[in-house]
């Protein structure tokens, strides 16, 4: 695992530029039919071509047979050691939606959910409402007035939202601050009615009360609302303390993520989250118009772990074919240093993330070995980089744009 | 190295089935002659074809450099720290026979011997005496009456015993116990004398005049008998407190094992112990016959490593290609994950364990690379899996096995 301290007393600040393109759930595995992965049979010359000027190698998010989720999976591409950096499920979820969360407030993933007449779940996701809907029953519950909180509440895609919890100015909760340490009203399960969130140490008896009264007085607004007449949370999360990138590496980092969830991990570190639009051609030009405000740049590319998630071999091959036509935009750049890597891999075979290393590609003058015919699994495990952690990919990024000094005489 | 703690937070209890078959002291070096290891040279057409279906790579069972004893190689292989968790070798000969030890028992490793007029040792082995005298003389140590203490005495192959030190009910040493800190008689050198057990702290003290005693009186009972008229112990030891795989990793792990050393180990960290037969044929026979009763299995197949011991190059290739002929009975009975594994190396020109990674390969559907291939040193070292820590095997198992869940949101 990279030595943070270390890190941190070597590096200096110097106007070379590290580009991390991250290509969500990248890694797969043989198909098993044709014994082939989906890097193996995309038509991705560029990526090819890179890897054979690149040094390759394979990245491990968390350790062997882990599987990562979302936030592990980048906190270590970041350079973070994930296991000691946990990101609460709710804490995502609301900065993915640009919520303010902030200290002494704590947040919640939920589902608008479909209840019948005992109050038992029978739909988690109210048919996979519209987001048009969302929005509106969203609007209602945050003017709901909440004794002792202010509460927010975030609309996401469909069914999905945040809410946060803050302590209202003068409140007894104001100086201490909510505690996220309670269970979820969420049973994760059709035929069940939701649970009663309870707080599991006593100094999270007064944030129960809170919560509990929110999911009471949400439950009467939306009675008799259709499809969506219930809400689900989990995940309860009071925001990490992270070390912030720019402290740590020195560095003036921006994120480009048509994503939210990847804005607010990015948020997180203390990178600076850009505008961009929907697709991997409006981030690279993103990336060219703010090329000289920032010496870092995280991109993330959603389309290969969405198409993997879904089981869809062939639509993963082709968001790999997508990326590799859009990536001359980058490459002519030229970045000091481009990190190709994945957060996870998410096989199509498997319909889900997995523990499987990850292809890696680090392309940077110092380091011109171009050992791998092309950009897959096998020929990066054949790579001189080998298997490392992925938290050692900032060390070597910050090496090969001479960002290093040396260490003892 | 895995993190025990992470890897307990994320396993699951499932239907899948792993097996790990141990070759003991597996990997081989290059015949000085012919460039070639024993793998190489062995027919072994099941393992070369289930290395082209295999993750392979090369394991490393407690560090670069470390020669482990058959001790801290199986826990390696069960994913166990070796370096954290130390097994006495009185422990792991008491075991091997099967003799309970218990809280506040010490053991120790033993040899009959034969000493001349003056005492001192001129055959340290009683010219390898028959197992049955060695039954004789153990039933008469085994009635000596040692004030403060129960002893056992368990007979070993030929010239080997294993002494069991109980504090004796309402003894002064009952409540504490023995304390292990001991020096051992066994000079382990032909041509001196035993050496005074001595205690190396002072809370030792009373342990070691239980010990003194029992020495003195068995060489009073073996006085005149022949070849063996003496006793030399080694490797003081109380049992070690180890998590055991049940809790760790959910799992009902079995062990079938021909020999007693390798059965006590798998009962030390909690697997059950299958009665068995002398062959590797025997060995998946019980598989098959309990393949209904646990989700682990750990097979140990010996011959590999008494040949590697015996320097004897022809006999190790031929242990290879035996168990490879008997491989089907096991691979017909399809287990999810079927690791192959050795607990160490043990070259044939070196007559010895050695700290040589040593090959490796895991079977399972949800890794299906076969970048190998065949089953040897050189093939497993250019795998996908790379060279690993012995201890990683087993969160590799679990999570191709889908015993392992997500991590982090």
Aim: hydrophobic share 40%.
């Amino acid at each position: 695992m990279a030595d943070f301290d270390l890190i941190h007393s070597l590096v200096r600040q110097t106007d070379s530029r590290i580009v991390l393109l991250v290509l969500d759930g990248l890694g797969g595995i043989p198909h098993p039919e044709t014994g082939r992965s989906e890097l193996d049979v995309a038509k991705t010359p560029n990526l090819d071509r890179l890897a054979r000027s690149s040094l390759t190698g394979l990245s491990l998010p968390v350790g062997h047979g882990i599987t990562p989720g979302s936030g592990p999976g980048h906190l270590a591409l970041f350079g973070y050691n994930p296991v000691e950096h946990l990101i609460g499920r709710g804490i995502l979820e609301a900065l993915g939606l640009e919520m303010e969360v902030g200290p002494g407030a704590i947040a919640a993933r939920g589902n608008y959910c479909t209840l019948d007449d005992s109050g038992v779940i029978i739909d988690r996701r109210a048919g996979r409402m519209s987001t048009r809907t969302n929005q509106e029953l969203s609007t209602r519950l945050g003017s709901l007035a909440i004794d002792g909180a202010e509460i927010a509440i975030g609309a996401g895609r469909e069914h999905r939202l945040a809410v946060v919890f803050r302590p209202a100015p003068g409140s007894p909760s104001a100086t201490v601050g909510f505690i996220d340490a309670l269970t979820d009203n969420d049973p994760q399960r059709e035929g069940e009615m939701p649970q009663e969130v309870t707080a599991v140490v006593p100094e999270a008896e007064s944030t129960e009360r809170v919560v509990r009264d929110f999911l009471w007085q949400a439950g009467e607004a939306l009675r008799g609302s259709h499809p969506a007449n219930g809400v689900v949370l989990r995940g309860f999360s009071a925001m990490p303390h992270l070390p912030l990138m720019p402290d740590t590496f020195r560095l003036n980092p921006a994120a480009i993520a048509s994503y939210p969830m990847y804005r607010g991990l990015a948020k997180l570190v203390g990178m600076k989250v850009l505008q961009t639009g929907d697709t991997i051609e409006d981030e690279f030009e993103t990336l060219r118009s703010s090329w000289n405000d920032h010496d870092f740049f995280f991109l993330h590319y959603k389309a290969t772990d969405s198409a993997g998630e879904d089981g869809d071999y062939h639509r993963k091959v082709q968001a790999l074919e997508r990326l590799d036509r859009a990536l001359p935009a980058l490459l002519d750049l030229d970045p000091d240093v481009l990190i190709v890597a994945g957060d996870h891999s998410t096989p199509t075979a498997m319909a889900a993330h997995s523990w499987h290393p990850v292809p890696l590609m680090i392309r940077s003058r110092w380091s011109p070995y171009g050992d791998a015919e092309g950009f897959s699994e096998r020929e990066c495990a054949r790579g001189i980089l080998g298997t490392i952690p992925a938290t050692e990919i900032m060390p070597v990024a910050l090496a090969t744009a001479m960002k290093l000094d040396k260490f003892g005489a």
